[in-house]
């Protein structure tokens, strides 16, 4: 039995980040009962264009954001590195700091589905455990590559004292309500003014939309990426 709690990760652009990317944090943590779980903001995400706010202004909007989530934390590792944000990358710098404590990467069903496009993919299996948790509207087992079948086969667990037991290597399916919030729809909103603005009241925490108000961000209507 491992003597250290797992460490968990959600990463993100968070562009902004909103209840959405909030709640399923923190679900997932009340439901493994893992003391916290670390939101990690994407410096140069690989499978998008750059984000439309700073790496700053999301930071601060994070630690905002994360004061209403008392078992939430930041982790600003990616933002910080240079070059391109790939997982793996993070997934090594975290497994050289805890040789053998568990770690959780924590992902939607949409991002897991495009697991075979990720930077050495493969490799993330012998660096953590692979939490994937439901997206509105994506269905997950008609929808696998036939690579991501194979490891889904091999590597599928319901046992969740697995992922406190050993340090890497399982995918386990977590179950918590959905979230159909979207940071693009955010955004598209707030470039409309004041009517967009009361749209999205409801979406992201007070502090994070002042946040937005005073610095302007998201002013502009978004481009297509």
Known sequence: MQSEPPIALLGGTFDPVHYGHLRLADDVRRALRLPEVRLIPAGDPPHRGGPAASAADRLAMLKLA???????????????????????????????????????????????????????WHDIFSLAHVIVVARPGVELMSNLPAALAAEWKKRRTTDSQVLFSTPAGAIYQQAIAPQPISATAIRAELARGAQGRSA?????????????????????????T
């Open 66 to 120: 994360i004061a209403q989530f008392p078992g939430l934390a930041l982790d600003d590792r990616e933002v910080e590195r240079d070059g391109k944000s790939y997982t793996v990358l993070t997934l090594e710098e975290l497994r050289r700091e805890s040789p053998r404590r568990p770690l959780l990467l924590v992902v939607g069903a949409d991002a897991f589905l495009g697991l075979p496009t990720w930077h050495r």
């Open 200 to 224: 999205v009241g409801e979406l992201l925490p007070p502090a994070v939309l002042a946040y937005i108000d005073q610095h302007r961000l998201y002013s502009t209507p978004p481009d297509a």
